[in-house]
């Protein structure tokens, strides 16, 4: 157990619908990345928060946007949903000092039909 | 643009032997190059990673080699186990803001 969570663990809705993924990071860990996982893409970097500001933004679409909260918490809402989000979408934290080591959550699996 | 290319798609190894994955990276500002191990319904967890100050490390069974140079680094698996069956991504990154992952090497290791 990485120590990150995240839910729902699955997900199942239709195209044009917006969903909101959770994660809630390693106690002490003030980094939050996400990252879209598909067959054909491989781990694809979305963006990275850092006590609550946009630290970095990777391949993330005009339709997607993520929040940091005071809490550390973090939120990745997607909207106007494609068949081609269909995806597993997994969190990261770290502890932003020792940025090296991320840790991963168990990943939220998106199904959009 | 693929910044991490990573090879084989996947490897099938006989238990005891030596796995090999390898990657090669475009960008020469990345400053670190961890491998993260994968199993079936889990996130991915971190395995060993080194920085480009050094050629190669090594931790048990698991040996990163790096070659500046050639922009490319490797895994070995000494002694391969069963319970080393895993998909195994290969990622670089700079200054630990955006990390660049390889497409995933399946490997099996068969008893």
């Known amino acids: 157990d990485s120590g990150v969570t995240q839910t729902p663990k699955h997900l199942i809705t239709a195209t044009g619908q917006r969903v909101t993924l959770r994660c809630s990071p390693r106690s002490g860990d003030l980094s939050v990345y996400w990252y879209q996982q598909s067959l054909d893409q491989g781990l694809q970097f979305l963006i990275q928060?850092?006590?609550?500001?946009?630290?970095a933004k990777g391949n993330i679409l005009e339709r997607f946007s993520a929040q940091q909260f005071p809490d550390l918490h973090s939120e990745l809402n997607l909207s106007s949903l494609e068949l081609g989000d269909s995806a597993l979408y997994f969190c990261a934290s770290s502890d932003g000092t020792s940025w090296d080591e991320q840790f991963f959550g168990p990943g939220t699996r998106l199904t959009v039909l | 643009q693929q910044q991490v290319k990573q090879s084989p798609q996947s490897l099938i190894v006989q238990k005891g032997g030596i796995s090999i994955i390898n990657c090669a990276y475009e960008n020469t500002a990345f400053d670190y190059f961890p491998w993260y191990q994968q199993f079936p319904g889990k996130g991915p967890a971190l395995l060993i990673a080194i920085r480009p100050d050094v050629s190669e490390k090594k931790e048990g069974r698991f040996t990163i080699s790096f070659n500046k140079s050639a922009k490319q680094f490797s895994l070995h698996i000494m002694d391969s186990q069963p319970g080393d069956s895993a998909t195994y991504f290969c990622?670089?990154?700079?200054?630990?803001?955006?990390?660049?992952f390889g497409t995933g090497t399946s490997l099996t290791v068969i008893p």
């Open positions: 928060y850092y006590n609550g500001e946009e630290r």
């Open positions: 990622a670089a990154s700079r200054a630990g803001n955006q990390f660049y």
